[in-house]
């Protein structure tokens, strides 16, 4: 099983600030993908990455996929209230099963007014 | 559309007790899976379905039975309830699975006494 770990586990910030969030592993992924997840919903996918060193943006939103295809990271500008909830990682095995994901555990943001 | 639909919302089961839950989508998708979420444990996959009459063993299979006779249905079948299968259910498809974009539906909790 392919691991992927995620930090910061908790990230408790003020309206406006920057934040960066982290998705590692040591092994390599064919793609990476973003959700976020709100209290009592399934997760939503955010944005998937294919290439290394690609980085993708949505609004203040940016993403960036490792040049060797095994970490990733989200950068949120300004941040705002609306962005809390649970932003999950998700890694396509490049070996073995295309069928499958694997999920990091999460990192649990709370942008307070 | 309704996309992604599982039913029921919540559920409470004494031990030794079997149930269904159910999962269905209306978008046509081949791939349908079911993950577990637990507290700090992040979404583990437990079965997944490349399309119909096709299933398989994902991270955590144990205690989980699938079947996939339609497209458009994956019910997820716990043969003798036990409290280590209390978590969040969700249920989720997309058209080919790997890095397709997930459509994940808004989760069973079920408790197990």
């Known amino acids: 099983t392919q691991l992927l770990e995620q930090s910061p586990q908790f990230l408790s910030i003020q309206e406006g600030e920057n934040l960066t969030v982290y998705c590692n592993s040591s092994s390599v992924f064919s793609s990476l993908q973003w959700y976020r997840q709100e209290p009592g919903e399934g997760p939503v996918l955010l944005v998937t990455?294919?290439?290394?060193?690609e980085v993708k943006k949505l609004k203040r939103l940016t993403f960036q996929f490792g040049d060797a295809r095994k970490d990733s990271s989200l950068h949120i500008t300004a941040a705002q209230p609306g962005d809390t909830g649970l932003y999950l990682c998700a890694g396509q095995n490049s070996g073995g099963s295309n069928y499958k994901l694997t999920f990091g555990k999460g990192t649990l943001l709370t942008v307070n007014p | 559309n309704a996309g992604v639909t599982q039913t029921p919302k919540f559920q409470v089961l004494k031990t030794g007790q079997s149930m269904t839950l159910q999962c269905a989508q209306d978008?046509?998708?081949?791939?349908m899976s079911w993950y577990r979420q637990d507290p700090g444990m992040g979404l583990r996959l437990i079965h997944y379905s490349v399309g119909a009459g096709i299933t398989d063993q994902g991270e955590v299979p144990n205690g989980y039975n699938v079947s996939r006779s339609t497209t458009e249905d994956f019910p997820l079948r716990l043969l003798s309830a036990a409290p280590s299968q209390t978590s969040v259910y969700f249920c989720a498809s997309s058209y080919s699975g790997g890095s397709e974009k997930l459509f994940f539906g808004s989760g069973t909790q079920l408790s197990v006494l």
């Open positions: 990455v294919v290439t290394g060193g």
């Open positions: 978008m046509n998708h081949e791939y």
